[in-house]
């Protein structure tokens, strides 16, 4: 049990579980109601959520910490709605210090739309501390933009993936993973593997002004990536 209480999306009244265009606009409500409470964990219903626009997450000082957990990657879903879509925003440059304490853990991101190279699972801009576990990426373009586009430098730190896997919709122009401004990403474990259908890069540097300190990959299986 988290130590500052646990709260279940399902309970939550107006949540659909995918059926009407809401569940977003939930989960983010939620997500500040365990902020506002001091921190919690948000347990995830087993079943697909369709997520009707970006879910926003902000998580500024004092930041308690705040778990995300479904079932597990593949039992728990979010889909997306729309090719352009952002699915996860977290962090805000508009804050003096960063979103940080965010575990996302347990479940799957998955396509009902074909993306495009714009669309993005999990968008972190001014972060620190934030971890993902057992999150898998099906058929995705862009898993994870790390910074991307910020106005200063440090802007997305100490990022850690562990367990996480994703396989790709074929050759695109994107990476899996997109840094900007920020340092210190570690991926580790070995739960999952990551496949692309070739011409598709894993990970790459998206603006060369900025200096990324410390890039730590290992213990990963990969198929099919160009670099």
């Known amino acids: 049990v988290f130590p500052m209480g646990s709260y279940w999306l399902a309970d939550e009244a107006q949540f659909t579980g995918g059926i009407l265009a809401t569940d977003a606009v939930i989960l983010e409500a939620l997500f500040n109601t365990v902020v506002a409470a001091g921190g919690g964990e948000i347990i995830l219903p087993a079943g697909d959520i369709v997520l009707e626009q970006v879910v926003f997450l902000k998580n500024p000082s004092p930041s308690p910490k705040v778990r995300i957990v479904g079932s597990g990657a593949g039992c728990t879903r979010f889909l997306n709605s729309t090719g352009t879509q952002i699915m996860f925003w977290v962090g805000d ?8 304490g965010v575990t996302f853990e ?3 991101l998955g396509v009902t739309v074909a993306q495009t190279d714009s669309d993005s699972g999990f968008f972190l801009r001014n972060t620190s501390d934030i971890t993902f576990k057992d999150v898998f990426l099906e058929s995705f373009r862009n898993g994870w933009s790390l910074g991307v586009g910020a106005p200063d430098e440090n802007n997305c730190v100490y990022t850690h993936l562990h367990n ?3 396989n790709s919709s074929g050759p ?10 920020g340092g210190i990403l570690t991926i580790d474990g ?3 593997r990551w496949n692309a259908s ?7 540097q998206d603006n060369l002004s900025w200096n990324w300190d410390g890039l730590y ?5 990969f198929e099919h990536f160009s670099k």
């Open 217 to 221: 990959v290992y213990g990963q299986f």
């Open 106 to 108: 347990g479940f799957s």
């Open 164 to 166: 996480c896997g994703g």
């Open 172 to 181: 695109c122009n994107t990476p899996m993973i997109r840094l900007g401004s």
């Open 190 to 192: 070995g739960a999952h």
């Open 93 to 100: 440059d508009s804050d003096s210090t960063y979103t940080k």
């Open 198 to 204: 070739g011409n598709h890069q894993f990970l790459s």
